[in-house]
């Protein structure tokens, strides 16, 4: 036994020799010179394993991107050997055309196709070296696109000889298209694309088509990465040119790139619209070399810059798969809606302990379902994805990509009343993911109140997906109590928009929307209630502090007194000092009240909708001004005390200094500032409706 563990061991030390080891050294430093010597003198060692993945000296001048080296290797060897050396794989059946992909010059795959032409001659079949697989059955072309590698694809295309599209599938059904939206290579997806239309209609082995795929990737597109940017890098991704996001076009054999890229450009210009050469076209080219010299002194805008690339490109891809999908027109309506089915009549407790029953219920059964054999799972598992797997336009509304909605309903109206085999329609996949803008989007269309009728196979209303959070996820809110108020303001939203009569509905397991709000967000109540608990009392702890400080400031006046005057009466600083020391007393005593009045509140669920929250958000408010009249009140002391002459920049600096601690409070972004800034946008939407609404008045008596 230890002998044979001896044995192994040397072998794995043995498997390459001091040559092989001299020339990984040359490959690893980029000594090339050196490297091609090491193999002069044994030249047949050119095709020995030189790494770990089985790649030869010949794979491994790839890395070059030398294409003399690459040529003079290969004429080392005889011309047989040579055509060996060619199409020779790595542990993977990788040759030498599938590893030149990731050169930077096409002269690379250039140098392997003149050989391959001059030795053709002498073997009597084969096969062309692009059309060689390697184990996953993926051509040097396939692998090209999937990588990204644009140029290489269009180079090695124009060498195909047969038919191109035996090269766009592998043997796991993935097309190359798929590959490259998996990749996120938007720029190479457009030119298969165009290259062969029928890619968009093909499916992989899950059954999904491209448009379903990017439809599921919600972070490639601008509408689900705005909010998450910030507003500086929002503004710059505003003010960066819209031109210059045309596909790479540095080669083309036939002279015809050119013409296909400014199209590309004319037709990807969504924001802007299309191009025009007499509106400023040397202000435009200025202002791109501009953000270009930007782009590559602050790593920032290059960043933001290319995303604003993939943004576009997707949104392009999208368009051009959206024309040629036609999923939306398979709809499962059924011919029979049931009517509402009525809850029975019981007590309060009682369809509390039925609710109860009902969860427990439901959590064994889940319990049985984990533990049955695994040939029933693997069926019920494959049922399942039969019944979710959506169209392109419903999982797009699902994942809230606005772009592919919008595009599909603006070229297919009909598109909109499409339903689901479950029966779920546009409406319901937006509700369930609490998706606002696909929401939104929908309420402008004349369709919308065809949809709210809608009742699912599960016998569950626009009110029962939203009242559910089998689908929640967790928004960006400053606490648990405030993502409570977002669950029941979209559960409040689409109560409105209902009919009356559904608000009575059960479902399959008997439940109300109103009992399924209940039951689902329980732990979110509970942990609600425990959070704006903790926070009240704390602030009030703080309030209360800030309310003494500014009391006892009240009696101790700056400076003294003199017979019951104070001494710095006259002063406009003490005038000052004493607005803002009576203020930050009745705020900072305003604030305990509504933190009091939290912690004496019900807490029940509906309390959370307005009444808790916006006592939050005004004990928040009011603690935070008195914190900013204690800060200027004790700036205001200092300047009195100290009484320098020159005192222009002296009040400056204190009241900076003063301020330091009301600047840190506001940068934690207390629920405060988001509320503000909501009811703010709210208030800009109002007002920007009346007017609207005001000009059409004006244009009807015109």
Known sequence: MAESETASIQERISMFDEKMISAQRAARSENWREFKKIFEVDRMRLLDPLDLFGNTAIHIATHSDNPNLL??????????????AMRMGNCVNNTLLHEIIFCTTVDMAGVVFKLEKELQEEVESYDPLV???????????FRAAKLGKLK????????????IRSHFVRFDRCSILHACILGQFFDVAIWLLRLDGSLAQHKDMDGFTCLQLLANM????????????GAVKNLVYYLLPDEGYEIDDDYDEKGEEEEESVVFRLRTDLESGPLDEAKQPAFSRINYAIWKILAKEFNGIGHIWQKKKQHKLAECLAELLVQKDFSWQISFH????????LPILSSKLDRIKEIQLMKEKRQLVEIAHSRISKPLLKESISKASHFKNYTPLLMAAGSGIVEIVEKIIDMNPEAISHVSQDEHNVLHMAVKHRQLKIFNLIKRNSAFKSLIHRITEEGRTLLHQVARMEFYKEQRLPGVAFQLQDELRWYERVRRIIPPHYLMHCDKDGLTANDVLEMEHQDMHKEAKCWIKETAQSCSTVAVLVATVVFAAAYTIPGGSENGRPVFFGSRVFLFFTVTDVVALVSSLASVVMFLSILTSPFELWDFYKSLPRKL???FALLFFSLVCTMLAFSATVLLTIQLENT???SVLFYCAGFLPVAIFAWMQFPLYKTVQKLVRRLYNGVKQVVANYIDQLFQKT
């Open 71 to 84: 040529q003079e290797l290969l004429e080392m060897l005889p011309r047989q050997e040579r055509w060996r």
């Open 131 to 141: 059309e060689v697989r390697n184990d996953s059955g993926e051509s040097p072309l």
């Open 152 to 163: 290489m694809l269009k180079y090695m295309a124009n060498h195909v000889v047969g038919d």
């Open 218 to 229: 919600p972070l490639i597109f601008r509408s689900q990465t705005q909010s998450s940017m």
């Open 334 to 341: 059924s011919n029979f809606q049931p009517l509402i089915v």
């Open 617 to 619: 958000n005004l004990g």
């Open 648 to 650: 222009e920049w002296t």
